[in-house]
């Protein structure tokens, strides 16, 4: 079964842009693309209450003029649009990117989700969704991705421990003909972390830095003999992965991050890095989940 890129809208100006987004991509991919509204009625408490009909004309309309305006920018895209009515926003769309080859979310700058994802629920969708998931900016333009602007994505750990995010970025930047720059980051061990094993490996490569080069182009072997045409650059780097991806968002068309999701009682997190990029890189920002 063909997988749709799926996108979930609320009128915002951010998932104006998630549109934008995710119909270029839909195209780049050869994919249909399908647009969500997770519509519940909300009874308002302004002087002049809205009813359930009139909200829900209001979404109707909302999902038809999005699919009208993306048909008519990509006339040769499949493009479905669906009301999920009846449910919190977080049981509408983690089913929807169960189904989804990547969905795609507006999101406010150094903030939490907008619309329809308001505070902790967007962190939710994150946490529990299968599928990547790409959070776009309002003023996010189709020029970074045509300026020769890299992929970035973030590699820790053995060659299985970021294969998801490698892949998703691996294959983004060979549909998009771009360049991918894979980011390894690190930082001296503390005394107590030192082990002999862990040391003699250092030793066998030359020192830290070294060992970490090396452990990266392990990782990065069977990405670069499926994916030959893409041209990646290896960087490595001390200091915390965050500061560092974050360091080169400003020139990054998309930044790629993997998910670490971690349950505890008081809900679900992303993981650190991913968290940071959600909120502060100013590009769209691609959370993939382990696979």
């Given at each position: 079964m063909t997988r749709p890129i799926t996108v979930g809208v609320d009128g915002t100006p951010e998932s104006k842009a998630a549109v934008a987004w995710a119909g270029r991509e839909a195209v780049r991919r050869d994919l249909p693309l399908r647009i969500v509204h997770a519509w519940q009625w909300q009874p308002t408490d302004v002087a002049v209450t809205v009813d359930q009909d009139t909200q829900a004309e209001w979404a109707r309309d909302l999902v038809r003029d999005t699919e009208r305006t993306v048909v008519e920018r990509h006339p040769g895209l499949t493009v479905t649009a669906e009301?999920?009515?009846?449910?919190?926003?977080?049981?509408?769309?983690?089913p929807a990117a169960a189904e989804a080859e990547t969905l795609v979310l507006g999101s406010r700058g150094h903030g939490a989700i907008v619309g329809f994802l308001l505070g902790s629920v967007g962190q939710q969708v994150l946490a529990e969704t299968e599928r990547p998931v790409v959070l776009v900016r309002s003023d996010d333009h189709p020029e970074a991705e045509a300026a020769g602007r890299e992929i970035v994505v973030g590699q820790h750990g053995g060659p299985d421990d970021s294969s998801a995010a490698l892949g998703f970025a691996f294959g983004t930047a060979a549909a998009r003909g771009a360049g991918l720059r894979v980011v390894r980051a690190w930082s001296l061990p503390p005394v107590?972390?030192?082990?002999?094993?862990?040391?003699?490996?250092?030793?066998?490569?030359?020192?830290?830095?070294?060992?970490?080069?090396?452990?990266?182009?392990?990782?990065l072997?069977?990405?670069?003999?499926?994916?030959?045409?893409?041209?990646?650059?290896?960087?490595?780097?001390?200091g915390s992965a965050a500061q560092v991806l974050l360091s080169m968002a400003g020139q990054a068309q998309l930044m790629v991050a993997g998910r670490r999701a971690h349950r505890r009682a008081?809900?679900?997190r992303i993981g650190s890095v991913a968290h940071a990029l959600v909120h502060h890189a100013p590009c769209p920002v691609a959370v993939v989940p382990p696979s």
């Open positions: 009301i999920l009515d009846g449910r919190t926003a977080v049981e509408s769309l983690v107590f972390a030192y082990s002999p094993g862990s040391m003699k490996l250092a030793d066998e490569a030359g020192g830290l830095e070294p060992y970490e080069k090396k452990a990266l182009g392990e990782a072997k069977p990405w670069r003999e499926r994916y030959p045409d893409v041209p990646v650059t290896e960087h490595v780097e001390i008081v809900g679900s």
